[in-house]
């Protein structure tokens, strides 16, 4: 990582922001079936916790929720932004994943809260939390029904997998490329059609284009406010 995280020096660079993540996907998640199924925020619980509780009696209605699988889509997009940093510009890069959600409901009522999950998740309003985290709901699966052997008694339990999509977004401090001495640049100056970012280093260095091509930059190329 380059000393002050910008690409003003060499090095790697560390997103300044990026996605929500656990524990604020979770609450995002929890909130919403707590709204929709109507059962008590501390019944609807997250499916792993560093010191887990113990599960309520049998004839408790309750839940468990967790996101077990983030699969990502292939080719992010980057766009770069030259209002950002007070106006020395940023690279936003934005991806998409596929979020697989499993919701285990127990208890003697699990059929019906899961029944009334998967009607409530098909009104748009009731999506709205979720849609504030940039969370989509794709499709919601049916119920499998797999109960759970415990002390030589069987309890109910209902397992109902939702498919979700999100977009990420990472922000990184690429400053803008305001104006550089080109006169011996090794490359046909007419070819050039837009940069991607420069790295310098003792008065030189490379400029990489959309194509991929690296032109080497030999002069000083200067960074001023034009």
Not at 133 to 154: A, E, F, R
Not at 187 to 215: K, N
Request: net charge negative; glycine share 8%; with cysteine.
């Amino acid at each position: 990582m380059s000393g002050n995280n910008t690409s003003t020096e060499l090095g790697f660079l560390t997103p300044t922001s990026g996605p929500i993540e656990d524990p604020a996907l979770t609450n995002a998640l929890q909130a919403t079936v707590v709204a929709i199924t109507g059962l008590p925020a501390t019944l609807v619980r997250p499916r792993w916790q560093a010191v887990p509780p113990n599960q309520p009696p049998a004839n408790t209605n309750w839940c468990a929720i967790g996101v077990t699988e983030h699969t990502p889509d292939d080719f992010p997009y980057i766009e770069h932004d030259p209002t950002g940093n007070s106006g020395n510009g940023q690279d936003i890069i934005h991806d998409w994943e596929t979020l697989t959600v499993v919701t285990s409901f127990y208890g003697p009522n699990s059929s019906a809260n899961a029944g009334i999950l998967r009607r409530g998740l098909n009104i748009g309003q009731n999506r709205d939390t979720l849609a504030n985290i940039s969370v989509k709901v794709t499709s919601i699966g049916g119920q499998t029904v797999v109960p759970d052997l415990i002390n030589m008694q069987y309890i109910d339990h209902i397992d109902v997998t939702i498919m979700m999509t999100r977009e990420n977004i990472a922000r990184f401090n690429v400053y803008s490329l305001l104006s550089a001495d080109t006169s011996n640049v090794i490359a046909d100056p007419s070819i050039i059609e837009s940069v991607g970012f420069i790295l310098l280093e003792s008065g030189a260095g490379y400029l990489e284009l959309e194509s991929g091509v690296p032109f080497l930059l030999e002069a000083d190329s200067t960074r001023t406010n034009v």
